[in-house]
């Protein structure tokens, strides 16, 4: 672990017996962050892709997740070298990339999370140096994790290059974008279509592999399923999908009774 030590390692939880629950905050609100935080996921991921957060968002977040103890994983927008490092001088312990599809896509990701002579990240640990102190060049390198998302016909069929690429630490399945790839509709928790197979398929790869799979997820009943298949990490829907809810939830029982 590195000396912050406030903060799980993030490594280690992915490699723990069982399927760890990752929170997914799309909103830029500090508030909803630490309620999330605090309320025992073992990882929170904010999206910076899809979601409505900025770089000074993601500062103030990352912040209140190290203040809750919780290790944070942040998605870029996009595989590019100076989004992956600005999220890691902000603090993350685990970079999401979306879009990837091939081995050189992967090393791209991994290059970018890794200092010299390892990789090619650029010196400048914002938040790292004030977490981790002098330690953290050296350590960060076997603390960070890599994550490539599956979510294209081309990764799907590269699956077994994308995960011999050395320093990979897990991959992450966007159901609805590989759903749409393959000729199915989109959307999350999905049933029957082509995507079906292919979630095992990935499942069976990332196992023979050694290599951690996750998958986002909306239902609980789902994220078990997805679990029994193999899968390592499961994002369990939004903080929005929560709140939405609950009050939906809360309001059916209010206007039953």
Same mark, same amino acid.
């Given at each position: 672990?590195?000396?912050?030590?406030?903060?799980?390692?993030?490594?280690?939880?992915?490699?723990?017996? /069982?399927?760890?629950?990752?929170?997914?905050?799309?909103?830029?609100?500090?508030?909803?962050?630490?309620?999330?935080?605090?309320?025992?996921?073992?990882?929170?991921?904010?999206?910076?892709?899809?979601?409505?957060?900025?770089?000074?968002?993601?500062?103030?977040?990352?912040?209140?997740?190290?203040?809750?103890?919780?290790?944070?994983?942040?998605?870029?927008?996009?595989?590019?070298?100076?989004?992956?490092?600005?999220?890691?001088?902000? /603090?993350?312990?685990?970079?999401?990339?979306?879009?990837?599809?091939?081995?050189q896509d992967v090393r791209r990701l991994v290059e970018a999370c890794r200092y010299p002579p390892r990789g090619r990240r650029s010196y400048g640990p914002t938040r790292g140096a004030a977490l981790a102190g002098a330690e953290y060049a050296a350590r960060s390198d076997d603390e960070?994790?890599?994550?490539?998302?599956?979510?294209?016909?081309?990764?799907?069929?590269?699956?077994?290059?994308?995960?011999?690429?050395?320093?990979?630490?897990?991959?992450?399945?966007?159901?609805?974008?590989?759903?749409?790839?393959?000729?199915?509709?989109?959307?999350?928790?999905?049933?029957?279509?082509?995507?079906?197979?292919?979630?095992?398929?990935?499942?069976?790869?990332?196992?023979?592999?050694?290599?951690?799979?996750?998958?986002?997820?909306?239902?609980?009943?789902?994220?078990?399923?997805?679990?029994?298949?193999?899968?390592?990490?499961?994002?369990?829907?939004?903080?929005?999908?929560?709140?939405?809810?609950?009050?939906?939830?809360?309001?059916?029982?209010?206007?039953?009774?």
């Amino acid at each position: 672990m590195l000396a912050d030590m406030t903060t799980a390692s993030l490594r280690t939880r992915l490699a723990e017996p /069982g399927t760890a629950a990752i929170g997914w905050l799309t909103s830029p609100d500090p508030l909803v962050a630490e309620t999330i935080a605090r309320s025992g996921f073992d990882a929170v991921a904010l999206d910076m892709q899809h979601g409505a957060i900025d770089h000074g968002d993601a500062l103030r977040l990352l912040q209140v997740l190290t203040l809750a103890g919780v290790p944070a994983i942040v998605r870029v927008a996009w595989n590019e070298p100076h989004l992956v490092m600005k999220a890691l001088d902000l /603090g993350a312990w685990g970079v999401i990339a979306p879009m990837l599809e091939d081995a050189q896509d992967v090393r791209r990701l991994v290059e970018a999370c890794r200092y010299p002579p390892r990789g090619r990240r650029s010196y400048g640990p914002t938040r790292g140096a004030a977490l981790a102190g002098a330690e953290y060049a050296a350590r960060s390198d076997d603390e960070v994790v890599p994550i490539a998302m599956i979510e294209t016909r081309a990764a799907l069929e590269h699956i077994d290059e994308l995960l011999a690429v050395p320093g990979l630490g897990a991959v992450f399945v966007g159901p609805a974008d590989l759903s749409q790839a393959l000729g199915g509709p989109p959307g999350a928790d999905l049933e029957d279509g082509p995507v079906v197979d292919a979630l095992r398929h990935v499942a069976e790869r990332c196992a023979a592999a050694g290599v951690s799979a996750g998958i986002y997820a909306r239902s609980p009943a789902y994220a078990r399923r997805m679990a029994t298949l193999g899968y390592r990490f499961v994002a369990l829907g939004s903080a929005l999908d929560l709140v939405a809810s609950g009050a939906d939830a809360a309001l059916r029982a209010f206007r039953a009774a």
